[in-house]
């Protein structure tokens, strides 16, 4: 015994044998949607047709999730005025486009002793985007690099 469904038609509950005929007669097929039920749901569909729909709405909510994307920009701890003004247009205009902007300051040799340059670089930075977006953390230290990560806003 199953509950039979579809369009154009009261849910009934017939045995297996009558609703395969009846989905036969009207040529299409008998699909299990809910086999954990009492009695088990069947409905009676075209399956090529709904396997279609099932695609083109899987390949549209695909089309309207976001993927973010990450753009880099390398400072120095003694990285100049201009070079620092040409950087930061760029980072705005990244944010502008909706991506993430991880900006980091790379410390070679013995520079890693100026730490506080480099954080006072990374402030800066994150002071003058606050117009496009908003740092997600304070800067930390990685390694040689320290970084900071600013998402735009919405």
Known sequence: MVRVV????EPTIMNTKEALLKAYNEGLDLVMISPSANPPVCKIIEYQKYLYEQKKKEKERKAN???????????SPQTDDHDFEFKLNHAKRFLKEGNKVKVDVFFRGRSIVYKEQGE????KFAEALMDYGKPEAMPKLEGK?????ITPKK
Do not use: C, D, H, N
Request: glycine share 8%; aromatic share 0%; net charge positive.
């Open 6 to 9: 579809g369009e154009g038609m």
């Open 65 to 75: 999730s976001t993927k973010v994307v990450i753009k880099e920009i390398r400072l």
């Open 120 to 123: 006072a670089q990374l402030l």
């Open 145 to 149: 690099r320290m970084l900071i990560i």
